[in-house]
C-alpha cells in the first residue's frame, strides 16, 4: 500500500497543517446540493482542509441507456456492464456529471480538477467475481495516489469519477462506493464522509424517530434483520459499509443539505451517523 508523498514546501500551507478528507457523493445527490455546500467545500479549501471527491451517477446512467436505448440489468445489485453500456457509463460519469460537479465548486469560487480513474492509472482494477454475469465491473486493485497528492499540491481538490483501467488498457465500471473506500484508504485515511439526502441512520418511527449518532457495521445488519432499516435506507447504509476498506475505520453519513455540514464534521461536531467497524 502506498503512503502519501512529501508536500511541495513552497505551498502556503506546510505539510503538517493540510489535512484532507474523502467524501463520496451520488451524481444525483450532489447535482440537487444547495449552493451553500459548495461554498463550505471552498472555505474547507482556503483554511487548508483539502476535500477529495469520489462521486457515482447510477441514476444518470441509466437515463442516458434508456435514452439510446441499450437495455440495461442489475446482477447482486452491480449494473451488468458490456463494452456498449461502458461507453455510456465512462461518457457520463468522467464527463457530464464530473464537470458539472467541478463547475459548481468553481462558480462558487473553490478549485477543483477533474479526473476519471482510468487517468494516470489513477484507479487500477481487476474484474469482480462472477464477471461472467456481470461482464466489465471492477474490484481496486491499487490506487496511484500520488497523482492525488500532486493534484493537492497544486492546490485543486481532486474530483475523482470511478472508472478503473487495468495493464491492457481495458476500462471497468467501478462501484462509487468500493472506489472511494479505496481512495481513503491508499492515503491513508481512517474517515470518510458520506453525503446524501437524509439526516443520518433512522430509529423508531413517527414521533420517536431519531437519528442514531454512532452504530457499529453488525448492528445495523442486526436493525436491517429486524425491519428497522427499511426500503430506501436499505442501499444508503450497505453503501456506508462498502466504504470501510483497508485503513478506513468509520464513515460518517450526513445530510448535504445541512448547512456547513463538512465544516462541522471536520470541527467534531455530532451530526449525521458514525458508522464504525466495532
Not at 493537492?152 to 483501467?165: C, E, F, K, R, S
Request: include cysteine; hydrophobic fraction near 40%; charged fraction near 20%.
Amino acid at each position: 500500500m502506498k503512503t502519501i508523498t512529501d508536500r511541495h514546501t513552497e505551498r502556503p500551507q506546510s505539510a503538517a497543517s493540510v489535512h484532507h478528507f474523502v467524501m463520496k457523493c451520488g451524481g444525483s445527490t450532489l447535482a440537487a446540493l444547495p449552493e451553500v455546500f459548495f461554498e463550505d467545500l471552498r472555505e474547507l479549501q482556503q483554511k487548508g482542509m483539502a476535500p477529495v471527491i469520489v462521486h457515482g451517477g447510477g441514476p444518470a446512467i441509466s437515463a442516458n441507456l434508456e435514452k439510446l436505448g441499450i437495455e440495461t440489468e442489475f446482477v447482486n445489485g452491480l449494473r451488468k456492464t458490456t463494452e456498449e453500456v461502458l461507453d455510456v457509463v465512462e461518457m457520463v460519469l468522467a464527463g457530464s456529471i464530473n464537470k458539472q460537479i467541478v463547475r459548481r465548486i468553481q462558480s462558487a469560487g473553490g478549485k477543483a480538477l477533474g479526473m476519471s480513474g482510468s487517468d494516470g492509472g489513477l484507479i487500477q482494477a481487476k474484474p469482480v467475481a462472477g464477471s461472467a454475469e456481470v461482464g466489465w465491473v471492477g474490484d481496486v486493485t491499487e490506487v496511484e495516489s500520488s497523482i492525488i497528492n500532486g493534484v493537492l499540491d497544486m492546490g485543486y481538490m481532486p474530483v475523482i469519477a470511478p472508472i478503473g483501467v487495468d495493464a491492457s488498457g481495458q476500462r471497468y465500471n467501478i462501484n462509487a462506493d468500493t472506489a472511494a473506500g479505496a481512495v481513503a484508504s491508499y492515503l491513508g485515511v481512517d474517515r470518510m464522509v458520506v453525503v446524501t439526502d437524509v439526516p443520518g441512520i433512522m430509529q423508531g418511527s413517527g414521533r420517536q424517530k431519531k437519528v442514531l449518532s454512532t452504530v457499529t457495521v453488525q448492528q445495523i445488519e442486526d436493525m436491517i434483520a429486524t425491519g428497522e432499516i427499511y426500503g430506501g435506507m436499505i442501499p444508503k447504509v450497505r453503501a456506508a459499509i462498502s466504504c470501510i476498506h483497508g485503513k478506513v475505520r468509520e464513515v460518517v453519513i450526513v445530510d448535504g443539505s445541512e448547512p456547513g455540514v463538512l465544516s462541522r464534521v471536520l470541527t467534531g461536531e455530532i451530526i449525521g451517523t458514525r458508522i464504525v467497524r466495532m
